[in-house]
C-alpha cells in the first residue's frame, strides 16, 4: 500500500493505517479481515506544506520500519528522471508486466533471516540504541538534545535493516559499518528532541551523527 502525503489523512483514516501496519488486517463493518502476504505500507510526507495537515502520532511513527529523506537529486538524477518519464509515456501501452514471483521474495526472506550477527556486533547494535534512552551520561549533548528516545522497535528494525544491508551486500555476517550505515533511515524519525536542541538548529539527523561518534563498538 502506498500512502502519498500521509500527513494529510485525518486521526480516522491514520487509525486504520495503524491497524494495517500493527495487526496486519483491516476491520470494516465490524468485520475483520487478514491481510495477504507479503504486505507492506509506504508513504510519503511533504516536508514544506504544513497547511492542512495532521502530524502523525509517535506511536504510528515507531511503526515505520525506515524513513528515508528524500533530497533534490543531482544533474545525472534529474536527467534520468526525465528519460524514464518519457520511457513511461512512449511504452505504457503494452509494456510488459514485469515482477518478482513470490516464491522469490520469501525465499530471499529466509535467507536474511539466516545472516548472522557476532556478540560485539550485536552488542554495539543495543548500545546505540540505549544512547537514546535517560539517563544519558554517555555524552552530555546528548542528554540535552534527546526528549524521548528509540523504542524497542528500533533496536529490531536496525537488526532486520542492517541484516538485509548485509545479505544485499553478499556477505552471511553484518558489520558495525552494516549498522551504521542504515542507522539513520531506522533512527531518526524515532526520537524526539527538546526545545533547545530544536533553538540551536539541531536535527535528528546531527543527533543520530553523535551517536554515531561517541557509542564504541565492543571490543
Request: hydrophobic share 45%; charged share 30%.
Amino acid at each position: 500500500m502506498l500512502v502519498d502525503e500521509i500527513n494529510r489523512a485525518p486521526a480516522k483514516v491514520q487509525a486504520a493505517l495503524l491497524e494495517a501496519m500493527e495487526e496486519r488486517q483491516v476491520t470494516v463493518g465490524g468485520r475483520t479481515h487478514a491481510l495477504p502476504k507479503p504486505f507492506m505500507v509506504m508513504a510519503t510526507q511533504n516536508p514544506i506544506e504544513q497547511e492542512g495537515t495532521y502530524p502523525l502520532p509517535e506511536a504510528q511513527l515507531d511503526r515505520f520500519l525506515m524513513h528515508v529523506s528524500v533530497d533534490y537529486p543531482d544533474r545525472s538524477a534529474e536527467a534520468e528522471i526525465l528519460r524514464l518519464v518519457r520511457g513511461e509515456e512512449k511504452h505504457a501501452a503494452g509494456a510488459p508486466d514485469e515482477r518478482f514471483p513470490l516464491e522469490v521474495i520469501f525465499a530471499a526472506r529466509e535467507e536474511i533471516r539466516g545472516v548472522g550477527l557476532s556478540k560485539n556486533v550485536e552488542q554495539y547494535l543495543v548500545d546505540l540504541v540505549l544512547a537514546t534512552r535517560p539517563p544519558r551520561e554517555l555524552d552530555e549533548k546528548l542528554a540535552q538534545w534527546i526528549e524521548v528516545g528509540a523504542s524497542p522497535r528500533a533496536t529490531i528494525a536496525l537488526d532486520k535493516c542492517a541484516r538485509a544491508r548485509a545479505w544485499l551486500s553478499g556477505r552471511d555476517h553484518v558489520t558495525p559499518d552494516d549498522i551504521r550505515s542504515v542507522a539513520h533511515g531506522v533512527l531518526r524519525h524515532r526520537l524526539l528532541l527538546r526545545y533547545e536542541a530544536n533553538a540551536e538548529g539541531i536535527t535528528t539527523n546531527d543527533v543520530v551523527d553523535r551517536l554515531l561518534d561517541v557509542v564504541a563498538i565492543a571490543g
